[in-house]
């Protein structure tokens, strides 16, 4: 089982249900170091002044806080502890809703809550009581010095905690310059067959089938490199045309779309290709 960083007791109500927090992602991103073309030398980095050029001892660097036209203000480590939050090892139940009501915006990062050994029955009481109501919880707790918002919910008899935004953390869609809906307000029969594309392109939500073809690549690229094989120049996609027929475009998809459902190639479509081509044009 994963490292615990953090424990603590989930409170509901007059309950405290004793937990760990560990972490329910394991980001696989291929990360590479900075080496100096010339001798292959690992790269490191210098805290250098931009003042006077000279490189800078850890201890004598303090945290800043910008104010703009080059102006800071100096915080000393002391002084945020005075406010740190209170770490009170408990994450507080203040109210249930439904998951639906929640946009996935506000959701930051996901950690499962597993039990501490003496915790097993009130632990299950706890889940199978959300699972049966469709309901998530939503707290507040405290991990290393910041204190977080976050709701808890049961899945597959475990409780994920997943920490959230807060709302003034969250770009309004109303700032983002998108043209008015009556301005391009699509036609009923453009609608129509919007509609039909998207269920033709409906299933089951099927995580396995899913993976992360680039970074596959990638690896690949990096075995091969190791075993001092010629790397193929692979030439720049073209970029995509802008669409110019909506009405075309929609029908060539959905076409596709509909063929790749029932398993029939590409010369199965018949009439249907034209649009394809007007699309493509």
Not at 129 to 142: D, N, P, S
Not at 222 to 251: H, N, S, T
Request: glycine residues 6%; negative net charge.
């Amino acid at each position: 089982m994963p490292r615990a960083i953090w424990s603590g007791s989930v409170s509901f109500g007059l309950v405290n249900v004793p937990v760990k927090l560990v972490t329910a992602t394991s980001p696989k991103d291929v990360r590479f170091h900075q080496l100096h073309d010339a001798d292959g030398g690992r790269i490191n980095q210098k805290r250098v002044c931009s003042v006077d050029g000279e490189e800078v001892d850890y201890g004598h660097i303090v945290k800043g806080y910008d104010l703009g036209g080059g102006r800071y203000v100096v915080i000393d480590p002391e002084e945020l502890r005075t406010i740190d939050p209170e770490s009170t090892r408990t994450i507080d139940i203040e109210e249930f809703v439904d998951l639906v009501d929640i946009d996935p915006i506000y959701f930051e990062h996901s950690y499962y809550l597993v039990p501490d050994e003496r915790a097993a029955k009130p632990y299950a009481l706890l889940v199978e009581a959300m699972a049966g109501t469709g309901k998530v919880a939503l707290g507040r707790f405290v991990l290393r010095t910041k204190q977080y918002l976050a709701t808890l919910r049961a899945k597959d008899g475990v409780l994920v905690l997943s920490t959230m935004l807060y709302p003034d953390e969250v770009v309004e869609a109303a700032e983002l310059d998108v043209p008015s809906a009556e301005s391009t307000r699509p036609s009923e029969k453009e609608l129509t067959m919007a509609r039909q594309l998207v269920e033709s392109l409906s299933t089951q939500w099927d995580p396995s089938k899913w993976h992360d073809d680039y970074r596959e690549r990638v690896l690949e690229l990096i075995d091969r490199k190791a075993e001092g094989l010629e790397i193929a120049q692979v030439p720049e996609p073209a970029a995509a045309a802008p669409v110019v027929d909506l009405m075309a475009a929609l029908e060539a998809s959905l076409a596709a779309a509909r063929a790749a459902k029932e398993g029939t190639g590409a010369d199965d479509v018949g009439s249907e290709r034209s649009p394809a081509r007007r699309a493509s044009a």
